[in-house]
């Protein structure tokens, strides 16, 4: 195991950081497009933990990981912003308190 | 030492770029937060030796979905700043707020306290600098049940934007085109007005 000159330890608490701010974007911002922003933040910081991991312990897999990661995100992002369209388009400057026909 | 000093600089930009996606109020400028988050994230896959994730970082986040992003923001003119003062619920934020300190600490709690374990590498990584033939290799073998899939998930990833963003044509009502009476139609209901 080649060990970095930086430890692991920084690079997950760095993710653990990413992943909370993120969490935060989702609850804290109403716009649609910013939501999903924080949620592409929190999907970094997951891959940041899977390539430090495959890094500490000579895995490749988790890069094969990171790798579906990114395609699932992209195809989120097609969908997720689709939908966002499809909404704005009917009511401009909606937020997503405004999209609740669907709650119970 | 070196490392060190990449780690720190991509850190404080990987945190800013989060922060400033939180804070901006113009979702233009949250986008561009964006960016600078995921250039730090893919130079901290450099320092990781990851580098073919470092390129398809920058191709594929940067260059495709913010642009993706950008395009929505132009296209709906949604680019009015959020009013972040009002609360839609009344201390949904500060709750919120907390949560998510609460989540942070923890991780980073976990992180700190507990030592690396792991099984050892059912593949081991060698590390002669070819590590996109290792991949590619691993997707093509062990992986390749879930490339499959993936293919699938791409497939229908665009039928449905597709379907999501397509107008369908005759079906749209004019709204001061007067309704037309059909037999049968209880007469009440009529708007007498419209002539």
């Known amino acids: 195991m080649i060990v970095g000159a930086v430890s692991a330890h920084l690079y997950l608490s760095l993710s653990a950081l990413l992943f909370g701010l993120g969490a935060i974007g989702v609850m804290v911002r109403r716009n649609p497009l910013v939501m999903f922003m ?5 999907l970094n910081a997951v891959n940041l933990t899977f390539v430090t991991f495959a890094r500490e312990l000579d895995d490749l897999a988790g890069q094969v990981v990171v790798l579906f990661v990114l395609v699932v995100a992209a195809a989120e992002v097609v969908v997720g912003l689709g939908i966002i369209v499809s909404v704005l388009r009917q009511r401009p400057g909606a937020t997503a308190d405004d ?3 669907l709650r119970g | 030492m070196v490392e060190s000093f990449v780690f720190a600089v991509a ?11 939180l ?5 233009v400028h ?11 994230v893919a130079v901290l896959f450099v320092a990781l030796e990851a580098n073919f994730l470092a390129a398809v970082q920058v191709i594929v986040y940067a260059g495709a979905i913010v642009v993706l992003f950008l395009f929505v923001i132009m296209l709906l003119g949604v680019d009015q700043s959020e009013d972040l003062d ?6 949904q934020r500060p709750a919120a707020i907390a949560i998510g300190v ?9 992180v700190l306290t507990s030592s690396l374990t792991g099984a050892p590498a059912a593949h081991e990584w060698v590390r002669d600098g070819a590590e996109v033939a290792q991949i ?6 062990d992986y390749v049940f879930a490339l499959e899939i993936t293919s699938l998930l791409l497939l229908v990833a665009v039928v449905g934007a597709v379907t999501l963003a397509r107008t369908i044509r005759g079906e749209t009502v004019d709204l001061d085109e007067p309704v037309p009476v059909l037999p049968g139609d209880p007469v009440d209901l009529i708007d007498e007005d419209v002539e």
Request: no cysteine; charged share 5%.
């Open chain 1, 38 to 42: 924080s949620i592409e933040l929190m």
């Open chain 1, 99 to 101: 999209a609740s026909l």
């Open chain 2, 11 to 21: 850190a404080v930009v990987i945190v800013a770029g989060a922060v400033g996606v």
């Open chain 2, 23 to 27: 804070v901006n109020r113009n979702p």
């Open chain 2, 30 to 40: 949250a986008a561009l937060s964006l960016v600078a988050t995921l250039f730090g």
């Open chain 2, 86 to 91: 009002v609360e839609p619920l009344i201390g």
């Open chain 2, 102 to 110: 609460v989540l942070i600490i923890g991780l980073t709690g976990v």
């Open chain 2, 136 to 141: 590619g290799r691993l997707l093509f073998t």
